[in-house]
């Protein structure tokens, strides 16, 4: 009998525990550039459909002369006049604009819960929450929230006294402490008949 050792090249786990998964990143919108991008594109569509008139016209295809030359040629001999200059120089600004509008970041469009892995909501859903939260207090009849991502603000339509907003303050605070940056609350009470 003979015996035989096998060998494998499998790698055994460690005893270390694996670190979290990196956290991620806060949903952006849109670039406030969006609108001109559509512009823009509009344009070079454009440009090549001149061009497009242009090649054909050299190769034979059309008999029409090239919209570029005529736009040239009906250029040729301008003189400056006394508005060019404010337009040029009304033209740079908007140029200057769209760049530092480019550049600007994007908005962020959610709130970060306190967690490890990159947990986001969004600000109707932190209206729900203070909304159910406030609607738990006793005296509150009825309640609507409106929230962004720094603020929110209820307006509690309540059966009770002014201790009713600073129970509703509370209530909604605690509600919304896991939140990585707590928004500020704000509680706008109007007295009904019970």
Known sequence: MSTETVTTNRTVPSDKS???PRAAKNPVGPGAITFMGGLLAIGVIVVGALGLQAAAS???I???KPWLNQLITGSDGLRPLG???PVGLLLVLVGLWLLLTALRPRPKTAVPLDARTGVFIHPRDVARLAEHAADDVDGVASVRARATRTKVTLSVDSTGGD???DAVKSAVTEQLS???KAPRVS?????VAP
């Open 163 to 165: 201790e009713v907003a």
């Open 178 to 180: 896991t939140l990585k």
């Open 187 to 191: 509680v706008r009470i109007k007295a």
């Open 62 to 64: 059309t008999t029409s």
């Open 58 to 60: 050299a190769v034979g």
């Open 83 to 85: 508005w060019m200059l």
């Open 18 to 20: 694996t670190a979290p």
